[in-house]
């Protein structure tokens, strides 16, 4: 049914279950994985009438950017490798997350977006997080929300 299943992570815990749900999900479907990460475009701070001045430049901002989404990226990868599951990797650099995650998704062709909820305690616990409920607005490709 699925081929390739889009998991968009953060190397939070949450998403890390989820990667792990995602990969068992695509073992029993014959699938492969393509892991994501939404790298964050250079900060560029403002206070009052002049710019604050950060001692980080673009490139050594996206470099470290990087290195954090090969970080995020390899646990996934080392998941797929243990399970048996083809893991490819891809990031985008972006602001507007949800967005990214759909380019990916149609760049990729996957056709599933297997994605972590947010916001489990109080109140909040009852809503998706903003950025999943985004992808589910916006996409359309079949996005399956694990919670």
Do not use: W
């Not at 604050?52 to 990226?73: C, G, M, N, R, S």
């Not at 997350?97 to 972590?116: H, K, R, T, W």
């Not at 998706?128 to 919670?147: A, D, F, Q």
């Amino acid at each position: 049914m699925f081929k390739n299943i889009l998991v968009p992570t953060d190397g939070s815990e949450l998403s890390q279950d989820t990667a792990r749900r995602a990969i068992s999900f695509a073992k029993e479907a014959g699938a492969r994985i393509t892991a994501f990460y939404a790298k964050p475009e250079y900060p560029v701070s403002y206070f009052g009438e002049g710019a604050l001045i950060d001692p980080t430049t673009p490139e050594k901002f996206a470099e470290l950017a990087e290195q954090q989404a090969q970080q995020v990226l390899d646990f996934v990868v080392e998941l797929g490798r243990a399970a048996g599951v083809q893991v490819d990797r891809m990031a985008l650099t972006s602001d507007l997350p949800y967005q990214a995650i759909i380019d990916a998704a149609n760049e990729a062709g996957c056709d599933l977006i297997f994605m972590a909820s947010h916001g489990r305690r109080g109140f909040s616990a009852l809503l998706l997080g903003s950025e999943t409920n985004k992808v589910l607005t916006h996409s359309k490709i079949p996005v399956l929300v694990y919670r």
